[in-house]
């Protein structure tokens, strides 16, 4: 069931269109990444949503509200770059935002003791928030932007900015949270989109490109491909390796020769024979399919 719907929505600033008419919706329980290079239109999108900025045209539809209701109460949102009272406690910022949501003050204590639980820092709940790392500020982020116990929990590139570390720990948040909530995040990092989320909604120059669940976006534009590595020093002939009736093209990656085919049997079969008739020295063969990123590329630059 949907609990958001977005028809034809649109935004311009000065004339010039950032957002093109964009259509989908979000199921209950699911995790949705936005993905998209830098500049695609998912923060504007995003803020759309959320209610921080009006659209030009279109329309925002949430799940038992009418059209004339403020649909920010159902929504939670962290932005990309979340300014802090670094002053403040982890906790006293928590009972301040949830004050700012017409919260009992009893009742926003408790709340910020359960979230602060809830994402991992309650041994930092006063401590202040200048002290935290990068990791813990997003962690205290997410804690805010679900203080008001919101349907739909939206995340702005919420790991671009983190070190490995702290990268680690707020994805693995993610995985749980989900379990839990609706989740829309934005992000440009594929890896990312392909680790957490369920469902994605592709976008390219202010437009949706493609949506669907990952495996189903993927059988869409399978491409099969083999990898394969040789010893140090040796380089195949890619002319040979192209001519072969199944070979569509080839890449090559720091060593890593991506060989992509569309019938990954018969292929491996005529590879592994090429190998043997020219006595090239094989170190390494998968047979593997086409990455987010190979997919991504296939749909923006088709």
């Known amino acids: 069931m949907s609990l958001l719907t977005v028809q034809d929505l649109k935004k311009s600033y000065d004339g010039k269109p950032v957002i093109q008419g964009?259509?989908?919706?979000?199921?209950?329980?699911?995790?949705v990444a936005l993905l998209g290079p830098n500049g695609a239109g998912k923060t504007t999108t995003l803020r759309m949503l959320s209610g921080l900025i009006r659209s030009s045209g279109g329309k925002i539809s949430?799940?038992?509200?009418?059209?004339q209701s403020d649909i920010r109460f159902n929504i939670g949102?962290?932005?990309?770059?979340?300014?802090?009272h670094?002053?403040?406690?982890?906790?006293e910022f928590l009972i301040y935002v949830a004050r700012l949501a017409n919260m009992d003050k009893q009742i926003a204590s408790k709340r910020?003791?359960?979230?602060?639980?809830?994402?991992?820092?309650?041994?930092?709940?006063?401590?202040?928030?200048?002290?935290?790392?990068?990791?813990?500020?997003?962690?205290?982020?997410?804690?805010?932007?679900m203080i008001h116990q919101p349907k739909l929990l939206m995340l702005d590139e919420p790991v671009s900015a983190l070190d490995p570390i702290g990268r680690r720990e707020v994805l693995t948040l993610m995985e749980e949270l989900k379990q839990e909530t609706t989740l829309l995040f934005s992000t440009h990092i594929l890896n990312d989109a392909e680790e957490v989320s369920d469902e994605l909604l592709l976008m390219h120059?202010?437009?949706i490109v493609e949506a669907g669940s990952l495996e189903g976006v993927r059988q869409k534009y399978r491409v099969d491909k083999l990898d394969v590595s040789f010893q140090e020093g040796f380089t195949p002939e890619e002319a040979k390796?192209?001519?072969?009736?199944?070979?569509?093209?080839m890449e090559t990656n720091k060593g890593v020769h991506h060989i992509f085919v569309n019938d990954t049997n018969q292929a491996r079969d005529e590879f592994l024979q090429l190998i043997y008739t020219e006595g090239w020295p094989l170190e390494r063969f998968e047979v593997g399919r086409a990455s987010l990123e190979d997919l991504f590329m296939k749909v923006v630059n088709p």
């Open 22 to 31: 964009i259509d989908f919706s979000i199921n209950k329980g699911s995790c």
């Open 62 to 67: 949430f799940e038992g509200m009418s059209d």
């Open 77 to 84: 949102y962290l932005p990309q770059h979340p300014v802090f």
């Open 86 to 91: 670094t002053w403040m406690s982890g906790k």
């Open 112 to 145: 910020a003791d359960e979230l602060l639980a809830r994402v991992g820092i309650a041994d930092a709940k006063n401590k202040r928030i200048g002290k935290y790392s990068g990791g813990m500020k997003q962690r205290l982020g997410i804690a805010q932007a």
């Open 205 to 207: 120059n202010g437009k």
């Open 241 to 249: 390796i192209t001519a072969l009736p199944t070979v569509l093209r």
